[in-house]
């Protein structure tokens, strides 16, 4: 079954710190790859997507992450955080074998220290 | 509109009663999906509509859960003999079916507690 899975579940790192959150899918064929992020109190929102190109794709606040498609991953990088990325990430995918329908990972969340 | 509309925003109701969750998406997407968010969980996956096609319900975690889709528009997430196991928030999120722009946008939710 189509599955995209997010290694780490929890995840607590101090101000200026780098942060890498991993994403890998297990679908065939050409996908589409999303990190969405969820800061608290507030709705879910795009941070970056890919679909063909380049793949190393900037996002938004200083997000990027880079398309491995060896390895069917999809990291979500950032060189310095801030206080105020403390929030839930979920990387998601859709295309290939899976269709049109956006699968989710089950999230991370990231508390940064001031 | 603007956004994709959730409503009600906050819903409590009594075990065993049943519940209607409404979804606006944005207009011109054709793909609406409805996911569950508990309580320190993650997006749990419910139901998605795509235009015409059949919808795929393989999310549903139970019969006493349905959804429809009128007119490739509003959507209606229905919850019957509610339990106290359903309380969570309840996500809508719309999207272009295909394309290059199928990111979906998600409301702000519905939060559904049951006493």
């Known amino acids: 079954a189509q599955s995209v899975s997010q290694h780490n579940h929890h995840v607590i790192l101090s101000e200026a710190a780098s942060l890498e959150l991993g994403c890998n899918y297990s679908?065939?064929?050409?996908?589409?790859l999303f990190w969405y992020v969820q800061y608290p109190g507030q709705h879910l929102q795009l941070l970056l997507k890919y679909f063909s190109g380049d793949p190393l794709v900037k996002g938004i606040k200083g997000f990027e992450a880079e398309f491995i498609k060896s390895k069917f991953s999809f990291n979500l990088r950032k060189p310095s955080v801030q206080w105020s990325d403390t929030a839930e990430y979920f990387c998601a995918v859709n295309g290939g074998a899976a269709g049109n329908k956006l699968t989710f990972g089950g999230g991370t969340r990231v508390l940064v220290k001031p | 509109g603007a956004g994709v509309s959730q409503s009600p925003s906050n819903k409590v109701t009594e075990k065993g009663k049943d519940v209607e969750l409404r979804c606006d998406p944005i207009?011109?997407?054709?793909?609406l999906y409805w996911y569950r968010q508990s309580l320190g969980q993650g997006l749990e996956f419910l139901i998605y509509?795509?235009?015409?096609?059949?919808?795929?319900k393989s999310g549903l975690p139970s019969d006493r859960f349905s959804a429809e889709r009128t007119g490739g528009s509003v959507s209606t997430l229905t919850i019957q003999r509610t339990q106290q196991e359903d309380s969570a928030v309840y996500l809508c999120a719309s999207s272009f079916a295909q394309g290059v722009s199928t990111e979906a946008f998600f409301g702000q939710g519905t939060r559904l507690t049951v006493v």
């Open positions: 679908y065939g064929g050409t996908v589409n």
């Open positions: 509509f795509q235009g015409n096609s059949a919808p795929d």
């Open positions: 207009s011109g997407h054709t793909a």
